[in-house]
């Protein structure tokens, strides 16, 4: 296990870091001692607050960048801006992501390339820009994968192609990048429910799917995240469900 001096050392760039999973991720892993640099696209009032509020804890920990991850000249960008705060960067967490549904027969290439882009290209080429700085730290990435990666959902075909094109990413990047650079994933199944609406019934039916018939909540995909970083010395290349137990009877 890390002591708390390396810990503490730390520098985090999360994607989509304001907001959700990733406001929680950015909580929980700057209360563990780590300096959060807290990406966005939008969310500006978000990410200001949030980044206040971490720093009110403790000075200079966390910083905001802005970003369109459809643009794609801001990878190298992203990364370079946190290393120029910190002089360092040891942890990438790819956890932007897009989700709506696209049935078939609807699919435009704007559906394909917003998918794709937020899903697999981003991290690809984030991790890409950031290796030689991960190198240098025996650091590690974390993709926000999806239980869907490996068992499709219905009327979402380019989503679950795209996670599933990032399930293969992190496997493969953990095969390229070791043994500096650990490379893992976390696989959310019923945590937050989408910012698009869900009928009761829908929820209660995923609900009923899983084992521990209950949903989570954003801290245990964080602890995962934590226990990944901090804990996690020798494993690489693996996808953990926190899914209670729904991928079972999906």
């Not at 730390?10 to 870091?17: A, R």
């Not at 020798?234 to 137990?245: K, R, S």
Request: proline share 4%.
């Amino acid at each position: 296990m890390n002591s708390t001096s390396e810990i503490s050392r730390k520098t985090v760039l999360i994607t989509g870091g304001a907001k959700r999973i990733g406001a929680e991720t950015s909580r929980t892993l700057h209360a563990a001692g780590m300096n959060i640099a807290i990406h966005y696209r939008s969310s500006q009032q978000q990410a200001d607050e949030l980044c206040y509020e971490l720093n009110q804890q403790r000075e200079h920990s966390a910083a905001v960048i802005q970003g369109d991850l459809d643009d794609d000249n801001v990878y190298s960008r992203l990364i370079e801006d946190t290393v120029e705060i910190w002089g360092h960067l040891d942890v990438l967490i790819n956890n932007a992501s897009s989700f709506f549904p696209t049935p078939v027969g609807t699919i435009t290439l704007g559906h394909w390339h917003n998918l794709i882009n937020s899903n697999l290209k981003a991290p690809l080429f984030l991790s890409q820009a950031a290796t030689p700085y991960l190198r240098e730290n025996n650091g590690c990435i974390i993709n926000m994968v999806d239980i869907h990666a490996f068992r499709p959902m219905s009327n979402h075909p380019v989503y679950c192609a795209a996670k599933a094109g990032l399930a293969m990413l992190t496997q493969s990047l953990a095969k390229d990048l070791g043994p500096e650079i650990r490379v893992n994933g976390i696989g959310p199944g019923a945590i937050l429910w989408p910012e698009n609406d869900m009928d009761e019934n829908t929820r209660q039916t995923i609900i009923e799917r899983t084992a521990l018939k209950r949903h989570g909540e954003p801290k245990d995909i964080a602890k995962a995240i934590l226990f990944l970083v901090r804990d996690a010395d020798y494993i690489t290349g693996h996808i953990v469900p926190v899914d209670g137990g729904r991928s079972l009877n999906i």
